[in-house]
Nanobody, 126 residues
Framework: QVKVMEFGGGSVQAGGSLRLSCTVTGYRFSDNCAGWFRQAPGRGREEVALISSGRDLTDYAEAVKGRFSVTQDNANNILSLQMNDLEPEDTGIYYC???????????????????WGQGTQVTVSS
């Protein structure tokens, strides 16, 4: 049985940092597409950061480039999102997602991801 667990959300002031982590039982991040998405109040869910582990490539939303970093620890099967210089606009529920493919990771539609976490709240105050 596959289970997605996310850790690390919380509240922080603007300019602060948070680190999110995700584990998926019954699944290996290596050689698959995975990433982080978020949903702000009143808005749809959007891509934040994606990783194509087999090709060691990453992709970021324009709004977070230079501030966020997605990494993968294959030895421990953990996907992480380091978020620095946080802004109030980064507030939302963050979701870890994993797919059973490593093909076209950066154009993969959200509905193609096989596994989703329950989401973790990130709140940034000004």
């Amino acid at each position: 049985q596959v289970k997605v667990m996310e850790f690390g959300g919380g509240s922080v002031q603007a300019g602060g940092s948070l680190r999110l982590s995700c584990t998926v039982t019954g699944y290996r991040f290596s050689d698959n597409c995975a990433g982080w998405f978020r949903q702000a109040p009143g808005r749809g869910r959007e891509e934040v950061a994606l990783i194509s582990s087999g090709r060691d490539l990453t992709d970021y939303a324009e709004a977070v480039k230079g501030r966020f970093s997605v990494t993968q620890d294959n030895a421990n099967n953990i996907l992480s999102l380091q978020m620095n210089d946080l802004e109030p606009e980064d507030t939302g529920i963050y979701y870890c997602a994993a797919a059973r493919t490593n093909w076209d990771c950066f154009t993969l539609p959200q509905h193609a991801y096989n596994y989703w976490g329950q989401g973790t709240q990130v709140t940034v105050s000004s």
